[in-house]
């Protein structure tokens, strides 16, 4: 009988009746079988198995008396006990506690049939003063197969500490609007438990996924964090959604607020909004994005600079298909690119966006300074020194030479005659790409561009309606190609792409901007 849990029995029915606390459910007097007989009953719900307790079953919060948990009374944590009568070395048991946020334990493997304690931070309980949270727990029998789920358990949560504050101050009614901030909105943070040395931050999920430096608190007060207008900006008309993380005493546990959603709201023209994204993204100089993913994905301008010729120009050119690979620059303020190869052409929107709208090129690799791709047989679309798989994923040629950190590739690169004879970087380690950028700060003697090069995989003619071009851009006397490239894109896709000016002259405060004046098609 010791796994009858797994068993829906069928000869007899058990009904129960739930006190205050799930460890006093008892059988009603309509059951004539006895605890020892009728250990448990599960039945389907959610993809797991519900498990209901019996008498002999344990679920309670130590601390909590007649369903009520007092926040101010515990020192660091919560006690939950949990037993179960088929409990047995090796299960795996976990709880789940469901308040202002879902918080799972780690999960245990029992030793024996002995109750299991699990613990609840402070945190967990005091963010919900004045609310009601359900706790579960769940259990694989051996660690494997079936989920089995208790019964739920109510505590309300008291508590005299100080409330959260979770909100953006410039927003109205959940709404806020991008025109009425100056340079930045205002985020409020303080849960019951902040204190010095807590170290906290805010997430801000829209069109791309923002975070927010992490701040160091100094004592119980409120923490405001700056949002930048060009993070709110690039949302108007979308919703974004925030949430804040914390780690007391800057250590141990990762704490996830419950999220708040905001409407962005505004009347800034698209290409204005696009040059003011574009500002933003110049000026950033992250070294990673999120999940470890390469600078590009959310920092810098992607774009290819064309010339007007028989092919469209946001097409792969006659050269590009030759080499299976299309030469793009990547500009940043800490790149240290000033010119381009041609006057006008097109931006990429970040990688992140591009993923999000099912639009990502393929990025293959980069070099520092210009490689000259074009001319000379380079093997791997364009990122290789000899020939190898095109199967690998990742085709850069400097790990191979064992280059990854600028003090390796400047002495690599101070052994080899010029520029022609670079190694690749690669664009899938954050590491290397940024190393293709720092060492863009001291240029070597044998380093003669003045624009660096990133390799993206050809893609087919005629698909423009498929890329992520966020705009055409042009430099000094290049706004008639850039004019022509906006009118055939809107001849071929029927889409508008605005057109905008890069100016390094005013790198300092952004070079790109937006004048209805150079648009050859209004939106």
């Not at 990502?360 to 791709?373: E, H, M, R, S, V």
Request: aromatic share 10%; charged share 15%; hydrophobic share 35%.
């Amino acid at each position: 009988m010791k796994r009858l849990a797994t068993t829906l029995l069928t000869y007899a029915f058990l009904s129960l009746s739930i006190t205050a606390h799930a460890d006093q459910i008892t059988p009603s007097p309509e059951s004539s079988l006895p605890p020892a007989v009728m250990t448990a009953v599960t039945e389907q719900a959610s993809g797991s198995l519900i498990h209901a307790q019996t008498a002999n079953s344990t679920f309670q919060v130590v601390e909590a008396f007649s369903g009520t948990l007092d926040a101010d009374a515990l020192s660091t944590q919560a006690t939950v006990k949990v037993a179960y009568p088929t409990l047995d070395a090796r299960d795996t048991v976990g709880i789940r506690w469901g308040g202002i946020a879902v918080r799972d334990s780690p999960i245990q493997t029992a030793t024996s049939s002995g109750e299991l304690n699990f613990a609840v931070p402070k945190a967990w309980v005091s963010e919900n003063i004045g609310r009601s949270v359900t706790l579960t727990y769940s259990y694989k029998e051996g660690g494997t197969g079936t989920l089995y789920t208790s019964t739920p358990l109510s505590i309300a949560v008291t508590g005299a500490q100080s409330s959260t504050t979770f909100d953006v101050v410039e927003a109205v009614n959940g709404t806020l609007n991008a025109d009425a901030l100056n340079t930045q909105a205002t985020v409020k943070v303080a849960y019951p438990t902040l204190d010095a040395r807590d170290t906290v931050g805010i997430r801000w999920s829209g069109i791309a996924v923002r975070d927010s430096p992490i701040q160091t608190a100094t004592s119980s007060g409120e923490l405001n964090f700056a949002v930048p207008k060009a993070w709110v900006s690039e949302n108007i008309g979308r919703s974004v959604t925030l949430t804040y993380s914390y780690k007391e005493g800057g250590t141990g546990a990762l704490y996830t607020s419950a999220p708040i959603n905001l409407q962005i709201a505004g009347t800034t023209p698209i290409g204005q909004q696009v040059a003011v994204n574009l500002n933003a993204r110049f000026k950033s100089t992250v070294e990673k994005c999120s999940n470890d993913t390469p600078a590009y994905y959310c920092s810098g301008v992607m774009l290819r600079s064309t010339e007007t010729g028989n092919y469209d120009p946001w097409d792969p050119s006659p050269s590009a298909v030759k080499l299976d690979g299309v030469s793009f620059s990547y500009i940043r303020s800490d790149a240290y690119v000033n010119s381009f190869y041609h006057n006008h052409g097109f931006v990429f929107l970040p990688q992140e966006q591009a993923i999000a709208k099912g639009q990502a090129p393929d990025y293959l690799c980069i070099y520092a300074y210009d490689a000259g791709t074009i001319v000379g047989a380079r093997s791997d679309k364009g990122c290789g020194l000899k020939v190898r798989s095109l199967n690998a994923a990742d085709l850069s040629s400097c790990s191979a030479k064992g280059v990854r950190t600028p003090a390796q590739w400047y002495a690599y690169t101070q052994e080899i005659p010029n520029r022609d004879y670079q190694c690749s970087l690669s664009t899938k380690d954050a590491v290397q790409f940024a190393t293709s950028l720092k060492v863009r700060a001291s240029k070597p003697n044998n380093m003669d561009s003045i624009w660096n090069e990133v390799m993206v995989k050809t893609w087919p003619q005629g698909a423009g309606v498929n890329l992520p071009i966020e705009a055409f851009f042009y430099t000094d006397n290049g706004l008639s190609g850039a004019k022509t490239a906006q009118t055939k894109f809107k001849q071929k896709t029927n889409l508008v792409i605005p057109i905008v000016r890069v100016d390094f002259s005013k790198s300092a405060s952004g070079p790109f901007s937006y004048e209805a004046t150079d648009q050859a098609v209004q939106p």
